[in-house]
């Protein structure tokens, strides 16, 4: 699998839509993937742990999902929770397009596709569901994830999935570090699920809510 949707918002590989059955135990979704978007021929094992594991949204309010490649996170949330609005951000256009497409289908009208500049400024987010692009670099994620979370509500909720391997426990400390106390909610078959929350107004590092290694 190429990394190249990683960082283009426009793939060069030529399109070649498919259908994809997203099974999960509460919710069965019909779906169509594309070349030139993250895994595009399976529900991605990391995004399966989350939809699997992470749990509800704490608080009502909208719900991101940051790098939505063609919806598997975003458009479960959507029918999971109809009446919440559900933003899913990415940069690669097609991946875009395959959301608003999919959406459509399931005839889901609380879901926004939306390149991250076109997020109005506005918009505070309850929770966020995310299988971040942990291949972009430790920089640019970090930079991303300052971003979003910045926008979370006080009393919202991140949940990003992350291979072990692939540095969920420094990412855990980093996120702590930053004002976002963050707990590790699950693990299973080598990914985490970390749970970040803003700190509350008030509290420094040394009181902050408690963490798990
Ligand atoms: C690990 S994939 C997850 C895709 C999808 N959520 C899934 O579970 O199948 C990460 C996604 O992040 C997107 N991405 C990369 N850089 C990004 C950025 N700066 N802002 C938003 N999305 C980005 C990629 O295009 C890719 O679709």
Redesign the pocket.
């Given at each position: 699998m190429s990394g190249s949707?990683?960082f283009t918002g426009a793939p060069e590989v030529a399109s070649e839509r498919r259908p994809i059955t997203v099974s999960l135990p509460d919710v069965t979704l019909e779906l169509t993937t594309d070349a030139g978007?993250?895994?595009r021929s399976r529900l991605?094992p990391g995004?399966r742990i989350l939809l699997e594991h992470a749990p509800p949204p704490r608080v009502r309010g909208p719900i991101l999902?940051?790098?939505?490649?063609?919806g598997?996170?975003a458009l479960t949330w959507a029918t999971r929770r109809k009446r919440l609005p559900v933003w899913a951000?990415?940069?690669?256009e097609r991946?875009l397009e395959l959301v608003r497409l999919n959406a459509e289908a399931l005839g889901l009208g609380n879901v926004q596709a939306a390149l991250?500049d076109d997020v109005p400024e506005d918009v505070r987010f309850a929770t966020i569901y995310?299988?971040?692009?942990i291949r972009?670099g430790k920089a640019?994620l970090r930079r991303?994830l300052t971003h979003w979370l910045g926008r979370l509500t006080p009393d919202g909720s991140a949940f990003l999935v992350v291979q072990k391997h692939l540095g969920s426990d420094s990412l855990q400390q980093w996120l702590n570090e930053q004002g976002y106390p963050t707990s590790r909610v699950t693990s299973a078959n080598g990914f985490r699920i970390l749970e970040a929350r803003p700190r509350p107004a008030g509290e420094g590092s040394e009181s902050g809510r408690g963490t798990t290694s």
């Open positions: 949707h990683y978007v993250f895994s991605d995004t999902d940051i790098g939505c490649g063609y598997p996170i951000v990415d940069v690669n991946a991250p995310s299988n971040p692009p972009i640019a991303l």
